[in-house]
């Protein structure tokens, strides 16, 4: 069953995500196969998980590089030296902590609900996932004041010559830690990875009910 949304209707989801984070909240998380057809995967049960981060928004920032830039700029001003530190964990929770998590929620959910299962950087399998994160919401909790991270997804499954199966959009994926104790970034961002490998598989769920009737 071939499904593709719109330019219009895209537009209007990243113009909502934009609006979101703007105001101080997430809209509600959101997925949908793009395109291509989800019985591609018929007989999938395990994909090598390849991940990207090129092409980033984070915030209120159009490019990554800007964001650190300024966050970089306010860090200074209170402690000197700690610019280095947060870049080196900015980009060090990659693959530290959200691709382990994503990892495990879709291989725990998928072989559950899905019948599959997936290991990151891999070339094992005929069939590559790719989860390209097109745009961050660091969120912050500082105690008196919360604000949630989620993260936008473009999930592209291909085959073993790089052709698309099938693209799935996963959008704002919310991270929130149990009890609350969330007040590093990389604590919130990888509830809203372990949040997209459960979004994924279900959507992958419903979309073979629906290609089955």
């Known amino acids: 069953m071939k499904k593709t949304i719109s330019f219009a209707a895209l537009l209007y989801m990243l113009s909502t995500g934009l609006f979101a984070q703007m105001g101080g909240g997430a809209a509600a998380p959101m997925s949908a196969l793009n395109s291509g057809d989800i019985k591609s995967l018929d007989g999938v049960k395990t994909v090598n998980i390849t991940y990207t981060y090129s092409d ?47 990892e495990e929620l879709f291989a725990k959910y998928g072989e559950k609900e899905i019948e599959m299962t997936g290991k990151n950087y891999t070339t094992n399998e005929a069939v590559t996932l790719d989860i390209h994160t097109v745009f961050i919401e660091p969120g912050v909790n500082v105690g008196i004041y919360k604000k949630p991270a989620f993260i936008d997804l473009e999930c592209t499954f291909k085959d073993n010559t790089g052709k698309a199966l099938c693209v799935i959009y996963l959008k704002n994926a919310v991270g929130a830690q149990m009890m609350g104790y969330d007040f590093d970034v990389s604590s919130r961002l990888v509830e809203s990875y372990a949040k997209a490998a459960k979004m994924l598989v279900l959507l992958i769920k419903k979309e073979r009910k629906k290609a089955s009737k």
């Open 56 to 102: 980033l928004s984070v915030g209120a920032y159009r490019k990554e590089e800007d964001y650190i830039a300024k966050k970089c700029e306010d860090l200074e001003k209170k402690d000197k030296g700690s610019c280095e530190k947060f870049k080196t964990n900015w980009t060090e929770a990659r693959k530290g902590k959200y691709e382990p998590k994503f």
